[in-house]
């Protein structure tokens, strides 16, 4: 029974100073989210399995936690997959429930399951825990935070333009420096139609996004390897060679996907969301991309990525706009678009740029030192008195040395420090001691729920 | 894939309006932990299957949700286990990781686990969702919250004056009336001890525990029945009559329990906590009742539960002192104290006694019509002054028929209506409707940001 107890790999415990940091993200965003008019939803840890599975590809579906059936699972289960011992097919006999693995497919089953209650459009936001059971590596955990907003029911580009200045209010207030990285799945489209290889658009984003890293040589000679001719490629030049600035690239894709009718399409929607954001002002950079790529599975429109500029991370937030997500749920044609904060790494972020605001650790106000019963009933008042002025206080609980309660206040940085000795008590007055500056006096008991602590 | 998708049995979603009753109750639990001095801390959803195992009570053990090991899981698991399908040998072989019951076996945990960073006594706060594989039932859920309050390192009986202080705060703030049942498991062995029945506890209060339904000679009655003989009947008795105030009963405990060393010194514990609450002042009711016999297996000292007054419901907060949780992880000799908050039952006595105060469905203040991309284009340039200030705005996406976006309006409570038409739009100004009053005004674009939206 007694081994040192620890935690399943890819978890973490967070501790005080851990929680006043990530409490201080989640604050942020929850009243951004509230500002711009999302509201609140909340689903349950564990989903059905047939709402969770066949969602995220083969990969995701792996990546499943599974939740084991309670009382005598095996009682029903065919003993040739016992005797084979086949754990993929035994699972979905012993196992009908599994844990989240985004908010996503969960908020689109919510809107299928609820669909009478709900009025249209719905703004949502979600920040709920989920689960991978990926490999755990560096900045990659197996329980994570999502923070999510979403509009269902309208496919309006307002709704676009609205989420990247969430995007950006959200890493102003943060203040972390980013750029948002924007694309399109219609202008893949069109430029996979073009080149005549509609089946390969991951192969030529991927290629695309290499091009800074290895150059356009590099790039050319990987395509070839992966079998795109030399006539494809040659069209595929003035996509690996989108240079200037936003209008510049805009204006260039009009022209080279003039004859892609949905690639055109596709340039006129990011023209008219870079447009309307640019001409609302933002602090972020804003850079049309033709090499995102994100969830190609399931966005049909806008494609959006954030990096931030002074930490080398991946992605810390993203989204896009998917057109039948709730269709697999049997409730076809409602446009959605929606945003993801990655809470975990803006985390990582804000601890490397160090970026947090003073005073963040919060703690009691004002800590009564505990110098016997007599003394400490006395004190016990006081901290009443302050909490129901709204102060945080509390009493020291024994009456232990000095030194040890002292050592106690300054582990949890306490601003002031209250003693009542004996002579305090008889004088009916506090010693206060401000433990920034030093500064030490003695006040009434009376006066004590009337000072300012600041 | 068309099925009408559900969510397992237990489980619950919570929509926008669900929510904002729910955050209500978090955050004044939240607020109140603050205040009081209780620093927050969140553990993983899943813990090690070995640290959940054996403190919960066989029963308990059996409710655990245990998750499947990820990958090949069969592949080691002994095919005698699998030819005689005995799952219950099995899942110790499948499973490694368990879906935390309490927070409290967690937090023991994280004690152990974090010794080093962590300043004795340690006041920690948490408020997560835990899950027990029980029946579902009125009131009863799979996932459901808890929010804890403990102080670990001090067996000062200051700590129970603060937690009964807690409670007192909490329910005066959510409004509702409660009676907080105070007992001491030293009482209960010191009765167990007199009586000569020290095995018998659970018994004894149980049927105590029946007086005021059945009657004493019932309970006489029921005890005979279980083997209880006459002698430790009548021993029994001033027990089982236990009357008047605290002061009366406290008095009388002391009387008879006088041959009891352990006994006595459960009635100076409770006399002390009592005299000291009491003399704080509450408005809460605080009523010592040897019945109460909740936790026996863990709890050493003060047992604590709250009744609400005006709902037929079970506990709704409850909680103790066990002077060794964190002993079973090595690390014995560690006094702790505290207390659980119910908060999916609170919610159930608020939701029955319709204590929400007013004005808690959250909303946006400001919802700006849509005329029209031109009209729009404007709005949305005020929606960000408004954000800007604090004011929670947004723009109706979609330039549909007036008669929707009102309905919209209306289905959110938006207190502010605000329109830009093409009139307006020359007047550079807003058309403004007080949806509450229904007064309608005009204000110019420059003005709008310093309105006030009450």
């Keep these: 029974m007694a081994n040192k107890p620890s935690i399943p790999k890819g978890t973490r415990d967070f501790g005080p100073s851990e929680m006043a940091r990530r409490n201080y993200i989640f604050d942020t965003i929850r009243a951004a989210f509230r500002l711009f008019g999302y509201t609140p939803i909340e689903t349950p840890a564990m989903e059905n399995l047939s709402t969770l599975m066949g969602k995220y590809g083969d990969e995701g579906d792996k990546l499943l936690f599974r939740i084991l059936n309670s009382g005598d699972y095996l009682k029903d289960a065919p003993d ?45 936001c979600q920040i709920q825990p989920v689960w991978r059971a990926d490999r755990p590596q560096k900045g990659r955990y197996r329980e994570f935070y999502q923070c999510d907003a979403d509009v269902v029911g309208s496919d309006s580009l307002w709704n676009e333009v609205e989420l990247l200045q969430l995007i950006d209010y959200v890493f102003k207030c943060l203040k972390i420096r980013v750029n948002i990285k924007l694309n399109n799945r219609k202008i893949l489209t069109g430029i ?93 950079g804003l850079e049309v991309d033709v090499s995102l790529a994100r ?31 709730t269709g697999v749920f049997g409730m076809p044609g409602l446009s959605g678009v929606g945003i993801s904060f990655g809470a ?28 016997g019963e007599k003394e400490a009933a006395e004190a016990i008042k006081l901290v009443k008195e302050l909490r129901l002025k709204g102060i945080s206080a509390e009493l020291y609980p024994d009456s232990a040395k000095l030194k040890k309660q002292m050592a106690y206040a300054d582990s949890l940085h306490v601003p002031y420090v209250a003693m009542i000795g004996e002579s305090e008590l008889e004088n009916r007055e506090v010693n206060l001691k401000n433990m920034l500056t030093g500064n030490q006096y003695k006040i009434a008991f009376s006066q004590m729920s009337n000072q300012k602590f600041s």
């Design 192 to 284: 996979a139609e073009l080149i005549g290889e509609s089946d390969r658009i991951i192969d030529i984003t991927v290629a695309i996004d290499k091009i800074e890293k290895i150059g356009v040589d590099k790039v050319k000679e990987e395509l070839l390897g992966k079998g795109i001719g030399e006539e494809a490629l040659e069209k595929l030049m003035p996509f690996l060679e989108l240079k200037g600035d936003n209008k510049e690239k805009i204006a260039r894709l009009k022209e080279v996907l003039k004859t892609s009718e949905i690639g055109l399409k596709g340039v006129e929607e990011i023209e008219w969301v870079v447009g309307h954001f640019d001409s609302l002002g933002h602090e972020c």
């Design 344 to 371: 975990d790494r803006i985390y990582d972020v804000l601890n490397q740029l160090e970026l947090y605001p003073e005073a963040i650790e919060e703690s009691v106000k004002v800590l009564f030192l505990n110098f």
């Design 80 to 124: 040739s997959l016992l005797e084979t011992k086949d754990s993929l097919a035994l699972s979905s006999k012993i196992s009908e429930k599994g844990l989240r693995y985004d908010l996503t497919v969960p908020f689109a089953r919510f809107v299928v399951q609820n669909r009478n209650d709900i009025h249209l459009p719905f703004k949502r």
């Design 295 to 325: 969830g190609l599975n399931y966005y049909t429109g806008t494609i959006i990525e954030v990096k931030a500029l002074d930490v080398e991370i991946g992605s810390i937030t993203g989204g896009g706009r998917y057109d039948n997500l």
